[in-house]
């Protein structure tokens, strides 16, 4: 049971203990995002190539956005990281780790690793996994929270057990409404809510929410949840709960802060407001198409000639019908090629010929339809909590 007994070694246990003075030890790069009180350091975390750090108790990890042209799934040691409470066990034993299963449920469970991988059929779903704040730090104005630019994403095959079955071996008892997710950390205050999450009992029966123990063909890294964490394909990844070792089945929709407070949306129109605009609000839930240009960055200097750029796509789970391409700044389009299909919540690849002439400057830029007709809007979508970006992105490169 060599892959369920992972321990986190002695040295990166206590690197994680001195996040902060290890992160500001390495920190000898910077990166600069495109906005106002952007310059960010480069951390080393335990299982993790440098990534940029927002914080670093609790962790929030931001991948490179190069990274993403390097592959259309996104390694493991370079996927983004975001938790909410400080509290994070510092090593988890993957043998000793229980699921349980309880509440409205004709049978409590308490699940093995090994039972999850024995016990229940495995499924293997490529989804992204983009935390609600992605790109907030391009929000205007500016909202409170984490300011990330675009790399609070990322893409993995991810293998588990669907938790319809799991719910189903419990036996499921008339009158369940939502069922509600808990992980191992803990707040550092008695005061700050535990990190809870609930989905409605029709999502959580569906077959593609899964309970996975493997992630991109290994274990979960540790910040992203080892041993299991909640999949939850085309929502966002607030729903994602990571180091899963709870699961209760509940007969009200649930009131805890990060449902009835927290990851809300106005509930009006397609969710965009004008900034001090108040409106009744509702859980955020699905993503919106995205497309970026990953080959290129804003600023670039190309040479002449004819190139390939290529950038991804995403939706929220309707797949990527079409992306097209403008190097005129929108004026003039052309429909680029899709990469491989690996389903409808994974990244797609896209490509096309860029014809550049030396002494010329071009603005690029990407635009995605997904399969359910949603275009990506020419205008940014403002939000309070700083969710639901999907602009048209844009760049300007110049040929020498
Ligand atoms: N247990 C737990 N799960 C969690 C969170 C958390 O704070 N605790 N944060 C959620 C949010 S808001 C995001 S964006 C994703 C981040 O997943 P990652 O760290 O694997 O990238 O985890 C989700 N699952
Ligand atoms: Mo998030």
């Not at 992972?6 to 920190?27: D, E, H, K, N």
């Not at 029966?205 to 540790?222: F, Q, R, W």
């Not at 709870?246 to 009006?268: C, S």
């Amino acid at each position: 049971m060599r892959r369920s007994s992972f321990l986190i070694g002695g040295a990166a246990v206590s690197g994680l203990a001195t996040l902060s003075a290890r992160s500001r030890a390495l920190a000898q790069e910077t990166i600069t995002e495109p906005f106002a009180n952007g310059a960010r350091p480069l951390g080393s975390f335990p299982q993790k190539r440098p990534l940029i750090v927002l914080t670093s108790r609790p962790p929030q990890l931001e991948t490179p956005f190069r990274l993403f042209n390097e592959g259309v799934f996104t390694p493991n040691d370079a996927f983004f990281v975001r938790w909410h409470l400080a509290g994070i066990p510092t090593k988890v034993d993957g043998r000793a780790f229980r699921i349980k299963v309880h509440g409205l449920v004709d049978n409590e469970l308490a699940l093995s690793i090994d039972d999850l991988r024995r016990g229940f059929e495995p499924v293997e779903i490529p989804a992204v996994c983009q935390c609600s704040g992605n790109s907030r730090g391009f929000f205007n104005p500016r909202v409170p929270g984490g300011q990330w630019a675009n790399g609070a994403m990322g893409n993995a095959r991810w293998r588990g057990a669907r938790l319809g079955d799991v719910l189903k071996r419990a036996g499921v008892k008339a009158g369940a409404v939502q069922v509600r997710f808990n992980g191992l950390e803990m707040p550092v205050l008695p005061t700050t809510p535990d990190f809870i999450k609930a989905l409605d009992m029709d999502l959580a029966t569906s077959p593609d929410v899964i309970v996975a123990y493997e992630m991109n063909g290994g274990n979960l890294p540790l910040l992203n949840g080892f041993p299991v964490r909640l999949v939850v394909p085309g929502y966002f990844a607030t729903y994602w709960v990571k180091m899963l070792d709870d699961i209760e089945v509940i007969a009200a929709a649930d009131q805890n802060f990060w449902m009835k407070t927290a990851y809300r949306i106005p509930a009006v129109g397609d969710g965009c407001i004008q900034p001090g605009q108040t409106t009744p609000t509702t859980p955020i839930t699905k993503m919106r198409v995205r497309s970026f240009i990953t080959s290129l960055a804003d600023g670039d200097k190309i040479s002449g000639g004819r190139r390939r750029v290529q950038g991804i796509a995403f939706d929220g789970g309707s797949g990527i019908a079409r992306v097209d391409f403008s190097s005129d700044g929108g004026a003039t389009w052309t429909q680029a090629a899709l990469g491989a299909d690996y389903g409808k919540y994974s990244f797609r690849q896209w490509s096309v010929a860029l014809d550049a002439q030396a002494g010329r400057s071009y603005h690029l830029a990407c635009r995605a339809t997904a399969h359910d007709g949603a275009v990506q809007p020419a205008t940014a979508c403002w939000t309070p909590g700083g969710y639901l970006r999907n602009i048209i992105e844009s760049l300007s490169v110049s040929a020498g």
